[in-house]
């Protein structure tokens, strides 16, 4: 772990930098606050911080002040460390931001244990960091898939519609749907079932634009939500299929032919008034009649507004 020492004394500065590499840190010394802060400002700084109270340029209280007016997610843990004893002087310096204060003279045992208890702060904050992305991206996105849950993907569904008469461009919405899905699941098993849906994400990603939306709707539907015009959309959604169906899926080296089926439906602003449950209605139209005649196709709703 790195640490950052910050000490103006040069033999002081020398004995805490031996002692600190000795413990396994990787140091980085400076001999003022105002070097200190240059180096906390460059990129992936230490997070383990040894300041000295008195420093020229800009001391030990005003820099802890200083790091912890900065807003971040990841802060540092900070030990300040000064020859003032007093009650008054370590109240101030923990107001000031400092997570420990240690005194001089001090035992390098004593230096040791609060250097350990720094980095187990640390190391507790990067799993709780951890944790807290952990559920915001379970907040929006599906854990198998990786693309969109259904709730992340409808409220893009919505914001889309937004953008769309704001800027007078057409959307177009489409609900996907694995061909005979339950006969994969009951045929190769459910993990097989798990890899296939892994592995159309995956496709998908491949074959849409990066401005293009995709979500997993719920079990083996997707929605897919594209800004473009009718030529190119069509030819999209042909790519998109053959994508599916031209390559067999493997799993334990058994080949899987997969197909899907989708159902298109345009919003086109400014006469269309539907809003996004009337706009899935008709894609699911349109998605029926793509399975009714035949699967492995694509069919476009022919309703493009309503009053």
Known sequence: MKILIAEDDPTSRMILTAVASEWGYETLAVEDGAEALEVLQAEEPPRLLLIDWEMPKLNGLALCKHIRETGTSNPPYIILLTARTGTDDIVEGLKSGANDYISKPFENAELQARLQVGRRMLDLQDELNHAKEA??????YDELTGLMNRRAIMKTLAQEIERSKRNLQP?????????????????HGHVAGDAVLKEIAQRFNTSLRPYDQCGRYGGEEFLIIINSEEDHVQKLFERLRQAIADTPFMHEQTAINVT????????????DERNSTQLLTHADTALYEAKNTGRNRTVFNSVHSES
């Open 260 to 271: 899907i089926s989708c159902g298109v439906a345009l919003y086109s602003p400014p006469t």
């Open 171 to 187: 959307v177009y919405i489409c609900m996907c749907d694995i061909d005979h899905f339950k006969n994969i699941n009951d045929t």
């Open 135 to 140: 559920m915001a991206f379970l907040a929006n």
